[in-house]
């Protein structure tokens, strides 16, 4: 099968929904060039100009002026290389500098279509698509298993990077502001703070798909199950070209031979056991604390998941 689509790609979910691992096997094409979080607040000036005031910041047709022009330069491969240079303070941001300059270079270079990775991008996903023009895959997990991945990390969320972006409250999320007044101060309570944040999420994108009907929406676990077939026919569903290559990396990157746990250090690794990760939650939370994350997130799981999927 040849490529048929030069749209941008977002791929987008809540944090810690496999976005990563999902961006980076679609782009084991090398037509496409990965743009890595440019709404993340600690992005890198020289992949997108303009800073990030908050997680998750929400884009729409009311404050698009802010974004749109540092957003087309992103998508034409513009590299902001002085910006760059002045916020260099470690060699760690120097190696980013030069992987991130030769993805820019390259994707300029042979006309690449370029896939934004970016869970914080997920409430402007609708901007994404309608302004940018970009096909939208959102990634869905379990929210036991989001949950305990952020409780591994020991990963907080605070509330108010929401409720103090007064369009997005609007648009999507007053209906939980006094949840999200309540969660504030609970700072050690990792289980009310994402499973809140993940009921949000996926509610959100359950209305969006009225909105936007080519949206994508794939589980984590029907892709970490079949591999293979899973990523082939999101290929086919994007217009790519699903090579032997393409499915020699899927492979790879899956194997039963990979580690069954991503370490501490290397959250964002890509090469696991996919199948082994699928219920690992089990492991990882009790048996009260299941059913916690199961009755908190119960009016929104079951769009997604259903008894089984529990067990």
């Known amino acids: 099968m040849t490529a048929t689509n030069n749209q941008p790609i977002l791929v987008s979910g809540v944090h810690r929904s496999g976005t990563t691992w999902v961006g980076k096997m679609l782009a084991a094409d090398p037509q496409i060039a990965y743009i890595s979080e440019p709404l993340n607040v600690w992005h890198r000036p020289g992949v997108m100009r303009i800073p990030t005031p908050r997680w998750y910041s929400y884009i729409c047709e009311d404050n698009q002026s ?12 513009q590299y902001h290389t002085g910006l760059e240079i002045s916020s260099i303070n470690s060699m760690k941001d120097l190696f980013r500098m030069g992987r991130d300059w030769w993805r820019f270079s390259n994707g300029s270079r042979k006309s690449q279509v370029p896939l934004i990775k970016d869970p914080f991008a997920i409430f402007s996903s609708e901007w994404f698509s309608s302004f940018l023009g970009c096909q939208v895959v959102i990634v869905v997990r379990h929210p036991a298993a989001v949950t305990s991945s952020l409780m591994k990390l020991g990963w907080n969320f605070d509330f108010r990077d929401l409720l103090d972006q007064p369009l997005l409250m609007r648009d999507w999320l ?34 969006l798909r009225q909105k936007l009907p080519e949206l994508i929406i794939i589980r984590h676990e029907d892709l970490s199950l079949d591999p293979k077939g899973r990523f082939e026919q999101l290929y086919q569903e994007l217009g790519l070209e699903y090579t032997s290559a393409v499915e020699e990396t899927i492979r790879d990157a899956s194997s039963r031979r990979n580690p069954k746990e991503t370490s501490q250090r290397g959250v964002h690794s890509v ?15 009790s048996h009260v604390e299941i059913e916690r994350v199961r009755q908190l997130t119960s009016d929104v799981a079951p769009l997604y998941y259903d008894v089984g999927d529990w067990q």
């Open 174 to 207: 007053d209906p939980f502001r006094s949840e999200m007044e309540h969660i504030i101060e609970s700072t050690d309570d990792l289980i009310a703070q994402s499973c809140l944040l993940w009921r949000m999420v996926y509610q959100s994108v359950d209305e």
């Open 66 to 77: 802010d974004y749109e022009a540092a957003f087309h330069e992103m998508l034409s491969f």
């Open 271 to 285: 090469r696991i056991d996919s199948q082994a990760v699928i219920k690992s939650w089990q492991q990882r939370l």
